[in-house]
DNA sequence: AAAAGAGAATGATCTATTTCATTCTCTTTT
DNA sequence: AAAAGAGAATGAAATAGATCATTCTCTTTT
């Protein structure tokens, strides 16, 4: 399921990450020291909700799911997670439990970097503090989206929603809404997979978008920016 | 609508907060020159959605409603915060405006505190910026079971939650609930009013509680804590 | 004291969305 | 090549909860 290996030469990209450069040679060293470089295939959980936590993940290739998960193998989707990314900060400092799960939507090579590392480190190099604390903002802010859309906007709205993010994706990740199948867009809209089918039908009559086998190609991003609003 | 005024004798008291422990005398100085002590109103607005943050505030007196904006005056309460937390953090770092708003339930008196110098002071006293990252971290954690409960389970688990929720608050404030209306229920539940007040009377004749006036007594805790889990 | 207004209570109706049941269309397995 | 299985598509039925309309009960205003 995981392949683990670690080498100097592997070393040498993740110091690379603009994350890591405010750190010192002996911070970088500490966190040397304690991470280790895992690959994950496309569908390995990297966290699981509710998991005891003694690391924190750093993405340096590919993309990952995050979502929360309720009870009857209900889930919702978050966000999906870029190389260059956190996961599991928040379990860091308070409770050492995840908050929520991740699941490789490609192929994966993430650093596992022990909580302590982080922490030790955060406590001598004020500017490594600001730097992850921004990252702490970006997905609380993240959330406020996410809580607002669910609460105040309905089916149209937030599919529009979901769509226009996975479009937003598609320029760096071409392939985007091929990894992603309709109980994905399902969950990250919050409805049901039938409605979603059925939503995305309704969209393609209005000449919003074309499916286009497992490929959605959006076509009026303005009109669907005004479904997000309205709806 | 708010009373400015600063003297030495209120400032000896805000040092002692918990959270301003970790700082040097110099810090100290440098909190004190940039903070202003207000005195807000029950009903007044400390922030407002949307809005430009310059500052973040910090409440040492009274309690505080934390909520979310939508469209057609629509909203959904977050928590109810209380003295020795901060408010707007988030904006400190990423952008530069407030993700809710926040109104005064009681009396209030609150530090407005300029962003620079929480920031400053983070940059160079790592401990202080690790006790502000557990703040954000407490944020995350709440915003993650808001979503869960709001998207997972439906109005009877969630409106056992909010009663809940406040009910854990009364042995501080004992008044809380005399201090909300239906409608903050309704709001922290993400229901209607309507289905807030028919949901009570159910509960009340369940013997959940009972409705004294303004007050509401929880009489059996673990069958709410059973509805909260079940839906 | 009368009038007005806000919050609470309650029943009837309406609706967005889910759930269920079925068919279709591929891809994978045997 | 046949069989099996997963995902997608689609219509009909069910339902949780919102909205609407009205009454009731206080408190506040005049």
């Given at each position: ?5 670690e080498?100097?030469?592997e070393f ?9 450069q405010?750190l ?38 590919g ?12 889930s919702?989707?978050l966000k999906?997670?870029?190389p ?5 900060l ?9 908050n ?22 955060i ?30 906007k ?20 071409p392939?985007?809404f ?11 809209a ?42």
């Amino acid at each position: 399921m995981k392949t683990i290996y670690e080498t100097d030469q592997e070393f040498i990209c993740d110091i690379q990450s603009p994350c890591f450069q405010t750190l010192s040679l002996e911070e970088v060293e500490l966190i040397r020291a304690s991470k280790t470089q895992v690959q994950f295939r496309k569908g390995d959980s990297l966290t699981k909700q509710g998991a005891f936590a003694s690391y924190v993940l750093f993405v340096m290739k590919g993309l990952v799911k995050q979502y929360v998960e309720g009870d009857n193998n209900r889930s919702f989707n978050l966000k999906i997670i870029q190389p260059g990314e956190f996961i599991g900060l928040a379990s860091v400092f308070s409770k050492n439990i995840f908050n929520y799960s991740a699941v490789a939507v490609t192929e994966c090579q993430v650093f596992l970097i022990e909580k302590d590392a982080i922490r030790g480190i955060i406590k001598n190099n004020g500017l490594f503090g600001l730097s992850i604390i921004n990252r702490y903002c970006e997905q609380n802010t993240l959330l406020f989206n996410v809580l607002q859309n669910l609460h105040f906007k309905q089916m149209n709205g937030r599919l529009a929603d979901t769509l226009l993010y996975i479009e937003s994706l598609k320029k760096t990740f071409p392939d985007i809404f091929m990894l992603l199948q309709r109980k994905d867009l399902a969950d990250f809209a919050g409805i049901s997979v039938e409605s979603t089918v059925k939503l995305l039908k309704v969209f393609e009559k209005d000449q919003l978008l074309v499916l286009q086998e497992k490929d959605i190609l959006i076509k009026d991003i303005s009109k669907l920016e005004q479904i997000s609003k309205n709806g």
